[in-house]
């Protein structure tokens, strides 16, 4: 079990910026690639970053390349979506997840899901 907790969501202008976080319980944080994916309303969860467990590889979904940034401190058992230039198109609830195999673009390959932090964004 890897506990997730997401923090860092809330209202927003657009054009704003955010930084979510998501904080893992446990010695075994390192070993996962992680991944952060959305969910607006009546739409399926979508894909939006991911990160190798070693930080050194990540991807990003083509509508948040340039304006969001994935990190990780392993230390802190942490990662990060550095959100800018956020618009309307942005609101959503974000999860992170956690994957015991390679990091990838579908929900379903990831073990571990937080609770979600509702991210919204006024034009």
């Known amino acids: 079990q890897v506990p997730l907790v997401e923090s860092g969501g809330g209202l927003v202008q657009a054009g704003g910026s955010l930084r979510l976080s998501c904080a893992a319980s446990?010695?075994?944080?390192?070993?996962?690639?992680m991944g952060w994916f959305r969910q607006a309303p009546g739409k399926e969860r979508e894909f939006v970053a991911a990160i190798s467990w070693s930080g050194r590889s990540t991807d990003y979904a083509d509508s948040v390349k340039g304006r969001f940034t994935i990190s990780r401190d392993n230390a802190k058992n942490t990662v990060y979506l550095q959100m800018n230039s956020l618009n309307p198109e942005d609101t959503a609830v974000y999860y992170c997840?956690?994957?015991?195999?390679?990091?990838?673009?579908?929900?379903?390959?990831?073990?571990?899901w937080g609770q979600g932090t509702q991210v919204t964004v006024s034009s």
């Open positions: 446990g010695r075994t944080f390192s070993r996962y690639d």
């Open positions: 997840g956690a994957t015991r195999g390679s990091y990838g673009s579908s929900w379903s390959e990831y073990d571990y």
